[in-house]
């Protein structure tokens, strides 16, 4: 019998392309859209009917049926919550790797078992390689577009039970081929940030969750320069936004924020881009998750990356218990930023990783 397959289908180009080639290789291809999030109908901003109308109409083309199904509710609870959480405590979150181990590798996955599906698929661009049942994670092809650092919470039952028919493509391919084969999302833009935040002003839509508390920016000597609209609608090394001019003394260099103090509502914020305190050559990560099952022993060389793009760094893991960890890279590290993740690779190979708690020179 023909596996049937079924394709997270969100209305974009990468997502159309990996039913095309599922079709194409002569699986039984379903698609199902994924509703995350209940829109604010005061603003109409992240609005899905648009992008559940451009997979329909894929859909039509591949002639391949398409359900939708409301994960709002496990979304909210799952990784909202988590969001919100994250930036009262000061820290900057980044909820895309929580929705991929919650969301779409866990709830949207159970739905489609419970469809039938023997194996789901989503346009990351991944790739998975598996050898006597066991299952490695390895980035994309293409360097631009890698998505691993995304999905380093999979666990091995998932990887197994997933496809990334495009993990071996180049972006440019992905839209040479949507558009042959006559897709409306083949020109379509990337949707770029946080899907639930759209195109409004972040911090419009924060202050509707957490209060605003106006407090002091002070430099690395204590003096006040500013006032801040909040702690947590900034981030280390944000240059934007902070409103610093005419200090005295000071020279016309940008000013950065270099750290958060919590307890005191107050900024840290210095002059340069490559100040020394934005800085840092030790993390201690916690919440660790690694896709083989099983932590590598210590001290372990590998590299990693504190954010998505950023260019592999060399590291070494000098302590570990099951949940945590301290990583000392070979070189300093800018703008290391509490509450988002470290992931480990070995070459292509994508390790696993964790949250990071706190960071040191």
Request: include cysteine.
């Amino acid at each position: 019998m023909t596996k049937k397959i079924i394709v997270g289908i969100s209305g974009g180009v990468d997502s159309s392309v990996a039913a095309l080639l599922l079709k194409e290789r002569g699986y039984k291809v379903e698609a199902l859209f994924m509703k995350n999030w209940h829109e604010d109908s005061t603003d109409g901003r992240c609005t899905w009917e648009a992008d559940v109308e451009d997979a329909m109409r894929v859909c039509d083309k591949l002639d391949i049926p398409i359900n939708t199904v409301d994960l709002s509710e496990q979304y909210w609870q799952d990784v909202f919550t988590d969001f919100l959480k994250q930036y009262e405590s000061g820290r900057t979150p980044n909820p895309d790797i929580l929705c991929n181990q919650e969301v779409k590798f866990k709830a949207f996955l159970e739905h489609a078992l419970q469809l039938g599906a023997e194996n789901i698929a989503t346009g990351h661009y991944a790739r998975i390689e598996s050898h006597n049942g066991h299952y490695k994670l390895l980035k994309g092809l293409d360097t631009n577009k890698d998505q691993s650092y995304f999905l380093c919470r999979l666990t091995q039952q998932q990887l197994s039970l997933s496809i990334f028919p495009i993990g071996e493509l180049e972006k440019l391919r992905v839209r040479e081929l949507a558009a042959r084969a006559g897709f409306i999302t083949h020109d379509k833009k990337d949707s770029t940030g946080i899907c639930f935040i759209g195109e409004r002003p972040f911090r419009e839509f924060l202050s509707r969750y957490i209060p605003i508390k106006k407090g002091e920016i002070r430099n690395p000597d204590g003096c006040v320069i500013g006032e801040h609209d909040g702690v947590h609608f900034y981030t280390l090394g944000q240059r934007q936004g902070l409103g610093i001019g005419g200090v005295k003394g000071a020279n016309d260099e940008a000013w950065y924020v270099v750290a958060k103090n919590i307890k005191q509502n107050s900024l840290i914020a210095a002059q340069g881009h490559d100040h020394p305190l934005l800085f840092s050559q030790v993390l201690t990560a916690v919440n660790l998750h690694w896709i083989a099952d099983c932590a590598p022993q210590t001290p372990f060389s590998c590299l990693a990356k504190t954010r998505y793009r950023q260019a592999d760094q060399s590291c070494v893991i000098q302590s570990l218990d099951t949940d945590s960890a301290t990583v000392h890279f070979t070189q300093p590290q800018r703008a290391v930023t509490p509450g988002q993740y470290i992931v480990f690779y070995q070459g292509d190979v994508c390790l696993g990783g964790g949250l990071i708690d706190s960071t040191c020179n």
